[in-house]
T-cell receptor, first 111, second 117 residues
Framework: GEDVEQSLFLSVREGDSSVINCTYT??????LYWYKQEPGAGLQLLTY?????DMKQDQRLTVLLNKKDKHLSLRIADTQTGDSAIYFC???????????FGAGTRLAVHP | SAVISQKPSRDICQRGTSLTIQCQVD?????MFWYRQQPGQSLTLIAT?????????ESGFVIDKFPISRPNLTFSTLTVSNMSPEDSSIYLC??????????????FGQGTRLTVV
């Protein structure tokens, strides 16, 4: 079945860029998502990319998709303390009819 | 986007008891999803609830342990039955809200943090 993997922890300095990486195994995934979970809260959809796209930019967020390597990344420019959260990568493989989540990357932003 | 309200937001329960979690959506949706997030883990889908039919459970989850109701297009409940400490998790309700159906955009409630003692 589909497997989605992420690094578990990332620490960055305030103002720097953060890059969170994700790999997936099912090449039929039609949509790939990034969710943010702040402490004590549910998941907030940040952005998503359709599988026929290589890049999507939304303000400080840039999503890059390498379909050949099945690699997805989320870049946060000018990272702020409010960006500290857990970021989940998720895929939507064709035929599964459900989201498959990675384990989440905990982003810590320090001054 | 859909606004999802879950109740309770947290609870501490005795083992052997049951807890029913409510999920209310501000718009009519066909499919509602219940997830479990164990401490330090990712989300695992428990079941998919469609209005007017039995919920569809994922491997490892059974109706006797997690009965689900879906009485209308804006509401669902998940019951965690005969709880044990291993059921301590965050339980999240989710709905689809994307274009073209098929849960292309999933929106989540704030979750119910359950601790079983």
């Amino acid at each position: 079945g589909e497997d989605v993997e992420q690094s578990l922890f990332l620490s960055v300095r305030e103002g720097d860029s953060s890059v969170i990486n994700c790999t997936y195994t099912d090449s039929s995934s039609t949509y790939l998502y990034w969710y943010k979970q702040e402490p004590g809260a549910g998941l907030q959809l940040l952005t998503y990319i359709f599988s026929n796209m290589d890049m999507k930019q939304d303000q400080r967020l840039t999503v890059l998709l390498n379909k050949k390597d099945k690699h997805l990344s989320l870049r946060i420019a000018d990272t702020q303390t409010g960006d500290s959260a857990i970021y989940f990568c998720a895929s939507f493989p064709r035929g599964y009819n459900k989201l498959i989540f990675g384990a989440g990357t905990r982003l810590a932003v320090h001054p | 986007s859909a606004v999802i309200s879950q109740k309770p937001s947290r609870d501490i329960c005795q083992r052997g008891t049951s807890l029913t979690i409510q999920c209310q959506v501000d718009s009519q949706v066909t499919m509602m999803f219940w997830y479990r997030q164990q401490p330090g883990q990712s989300l695992t889908l428990i079941a998919t609830a469609n209005q007017g039919s039995e919920a569809t459970y994922e491997s490892g989850f059974v109706i006797d342990k997690f009965p689900i109701s879906r009485p209308n297009l804006t509401f669902s409940t998940l019951t965690v039955s005969n709880m044990s400490p291993e059921d301590s998790s965050i339980y999240l309700c989710s709905v689809e809200g994307g274009r073209g159906g098929m849960n292309t955009e999933a929106f989540f409630g704030q979750g119910t943090r359950l601790t079983v003692v």
